[in-house]
């Protein structure tokens, strides 16, 4: 086994900072985008939600999000929305000493991130995995063996 070079080890750093710059200029362009189209008006108040997130009850959070039309927004505009949505929830988290990302089990309530996920995405809960769907008879089924 070699050992890495001074060299190396700053070609990486470099190369990883550009990865870095590209990717948060993608996000960026994409919000923009969004936030430029039909639906400019309603993601612009949400996306000020995530910004003030620390401001705002989950309830709140979770209503108002409620509240949109989800299918009649483009799917890779609720991709966008689901990134902000992420950010935010593990920044708040981060900052006050949390673990960044808590969804909780099976057998426990949804987050609220959870939550507004299902309401953003309502599709995905048909397709859970067999443990999400069995929710609190997953331990029954476990005790009896019918799971694997």
């Not at 609190?136 to 063996?145: A, E, F, M, T, Y």
Request: aromatic share 6%.
């Amino acid at each position: 086994m070699t050992r890495r070079t001074a060299a190396q080890a700053e070609k990486e750093i470099r190369d990883s900072a550009r990865l870095l710059r590209a990717w948060k200029k993608f996000h960026r362009e994409e919000r923009e985008a969004v936030l430029a189209g039909p639906y400019a008006v309603t993601l612009a108040e949400l996306f000020r939600m995530f910004a003030n997130i620390e401001c705002v009850r989950p309830a709140q959070l979770v209503g108002f999000i409620g509240a949109i039309n989800w299918s009649a927004i483009p799917y890779d505009a609720r991709l966008v929305v689901l990134h902000e949505l992420n950010s935010a929830i593990t920044a708040f988290r981060t900052k006050r000493g949390l673990e960044p990302i808590d969804d909780g089990l099976p057998d426990q309530p949804d987050t609220p991130s959870r939550a507004i996920k299902a309401i953003i995405f309502p599709h995905v809960a048909d397709v859970a995995p067999t443990e999400a769907q069995l929710g609190s008879d997953i331990k029954r089924l476990v005790k009896q063996g019918t799971t694997s």
